[in-house]
Every structure is written in C-alpha cells, then in structure tokens.
C-alpha cells in the first residue's frame, strides 16, 4: 500500500500516557521533548501516535515498532518522517488535531 491514513482520540492518549512506560515505549525522546513543551501536549502526542500508524500502513509490511517511527518537525514546522532516526524521503506526511481528535496521512512516493 502507498497511503496510510489514522485517526486517534486525544483522550485515549492521553489517558495511555499518564504511565511514563507507555510514554517511552512508543515515543522517542526528541518526540517526547517537542510535545511536551507544547500546552495542550496530548494533541501533539496523539497526531505522532496517528502518524506512526499511517507511515505503518503506507509500508504495508510489518518489522517496524512504533517507536522505530517517528516524527521531526523543520524549522517550517512541518513534519518528516524518520526510521530508526533517518530521514526517509520516500515517505511525507501531514499532521492535524483538534479538540477531540488527532489525524495523519501518509504517502509513500518509492
Ligand atoms: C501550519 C498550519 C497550516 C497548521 O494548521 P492548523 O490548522 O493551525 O493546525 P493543524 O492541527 O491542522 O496542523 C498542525 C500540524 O501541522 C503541521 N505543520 C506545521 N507547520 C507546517 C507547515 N509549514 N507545513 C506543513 N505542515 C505543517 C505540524 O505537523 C503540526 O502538528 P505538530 O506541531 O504536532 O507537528 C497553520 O498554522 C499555518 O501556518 N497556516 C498558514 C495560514 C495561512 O497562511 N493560510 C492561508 C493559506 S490557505
């Protein structure tokens, strides 16, 4: 599959995420970092949580963890997928959240 698309309740991460091992289990320090310093943090976390899933189904295969996932924002803001800490060109993705609800799509384009 090329295209990844998910959606996740801010409130289900947020309430995943008051345990630290859940937190560290599937978000990487830097990502835990930027989400943290934002003050409504959760839909930060939710949109990367929402993002790994997307990238996931965009590759179509297992192998991957979601931790081996994860998101960098540029200095634009907009985010870029990282694989085991690489940056993978093949692959963008968009991020949103509101109030409830954060969502990622992804697209492999190789
Ligand atoms: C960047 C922007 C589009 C984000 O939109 P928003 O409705 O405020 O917020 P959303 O929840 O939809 O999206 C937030 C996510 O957008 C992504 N984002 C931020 N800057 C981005 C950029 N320059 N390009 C692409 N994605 C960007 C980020 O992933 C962010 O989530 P994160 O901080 O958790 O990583 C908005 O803040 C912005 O700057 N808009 C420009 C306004 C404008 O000029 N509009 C008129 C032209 S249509």
Redesign the pocket.
Known sequence: MMLGLDIVEIDRIARLGKNKRFLERVFTPEEIR??SA?SRKW??FA??FAAKEAVWKSLGRGGLALKDIS?E?KA????AVLIRGRRVPGIRI?????DRYAAAVALRTR
Not at 76 to 79: A, E, F, I, N, R
Not at 94 to 98: I, K, V
């Open positions: 930027y989400c934002k839909q930060h949109a990367r998101v924002n634009s803001g907009s985010p968009s991020l949103t959240h509101c």
